[in-house]
């Protein structure tokens, strides 16, 4: 079982990408899925999150409308778009897997290397 998020890079101040979060061993559907990213030097903090249906999503308050969560179960895939990036959102990012009731994320994957330049 593991996930794996991809997608990450180097971009400039204003510009988007898309990560990806890819399930091997096991199906995604039915599992939430929590975007989470960690900055040199600081605490990982929640970005986002979509449970196992796609029909509720969660945003922390720093996303302003930027990032989308979404899901593709025909791919077995979660998106994370972002867009309008800032160098404040220089971090690495990670997906996990678990359940949204409780909040609590079972299967956790490699993290993607995101760079904002200014």
């Known amino acids: 079982v593991q996930l794996q998020a991809s997608g990450g890079g180097l971009v400039q101040a204003g510009g988007s990408l898309r990560l990806s979060c890819a399930a091997s061993g096991f199906g995604l559907g039915g599992h939430a899925i929590l975007w989470s990213r960690q900055a040199p030097g600081k605490e990982r903090e929640e970005v986002a999150g979509i449970d196992g249906s796609g029909s509720a999503t969660y945003y922390n308050s720093f996303v302003r409308g930027r990032f989308t969560v979404s899901r593709d179960r025909d791919k077995n895939t979660v998106y994370l778009q972002l867009n309008r990036l800032t160098p404040g959102d220089t971090a690495v990012y990670y997906c996990?897997?678990?359940?949204?009731?409780?909040?609590?994320?079972?299967?956790w994957g490699q993290g993607t290397q995101v760079t904002v330049s200014s």
């Open positions: 996990s897997a678990g359940d949204w009731q409780s909040w609590k994320w079972k299967y």
